[in-house]
């Protein structure tokens, strides 16, 4: 099996996250760039970041009306990536309108509740309601609507693989035991999310903060 973890590259220079890519590269199996890396650096940054040698998630969470996020996503082509994000809050069409842009071996997947929100953050939204009401209802949006998979927390992603078998989940919020929570809300371990059926888990600052990112990423690896 390969490693399903993908390293979330959120620095802001260029040369520290190349630095950083290439120390981790043989104990995670991908790289996300997100809004962080992307605003800084653009297509010229994820071509280089592509020469690691690992497949690249662009993580933009595009959400906009159908039309422009189908642009959008024609305009990744030539970047390659694995996979892309758009927020399933962005409706049915605006979802189907992005799969159908995409690349030939693209995985589309739709982000339904930011890990960093808890119920009362959702309520705050004007969304009553748990969290795992809000995702499984977005969820079953995404795949009526052509997705690849969707991503949600740990917390809620075996419910999700009960309800979708053949969905692609992508789990952020991710914390092996004892470590810093910062702005995540619903947390579970890299090895409770792959046990509950994710496909990919993203995890940034466990390993790009820590002392030495290559035996972070290493002891991770090995708890899976
Ligand atoms: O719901 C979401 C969607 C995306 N993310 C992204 O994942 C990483 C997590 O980084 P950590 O440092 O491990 O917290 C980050 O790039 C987020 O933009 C998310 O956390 N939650």
Known sequence: MSN????????PQLDAAKALAEKVKGHVGGLKLGLEFFCAHG???VHEIAHVGLPIFLD???????NTVAGAMQALHVLEPAIV?????????????AKAAAGENCKVVGVTMLTSMDERDLLRTGVSGTP????MRLA????????????CSGQEVKAVHKQWKNGFFVVPGLRPAGSAVGDQKRVVTPRAARDDGASV???GRPISR???????ARDIEATL
């Open 4 to 11: 399903p973890v993908y390293l979330a590259l959120d620095l």
């Open 43 to 45: 297509a010229h940054g």
């Open 60 to 66: 933009l969470k595009l959400h906009d009306i159908p």
């Open 85 to 97: 994000t758009v927020h399933a809050g962005g409706g049915r069409a605006m979802m189907e309108d």
């Open 132 to 135: 795992h009401d809000h995702v």
């Open 140 to 151: 079953e949006l995404a795949q009526d609507s052509g997705l690849d998979g969707i991503v």
């Open 201 to 203: 888990l993203v995890i």
């Open 210 to 216: 820590a002392e030495d990112p290559a035996q972070a």
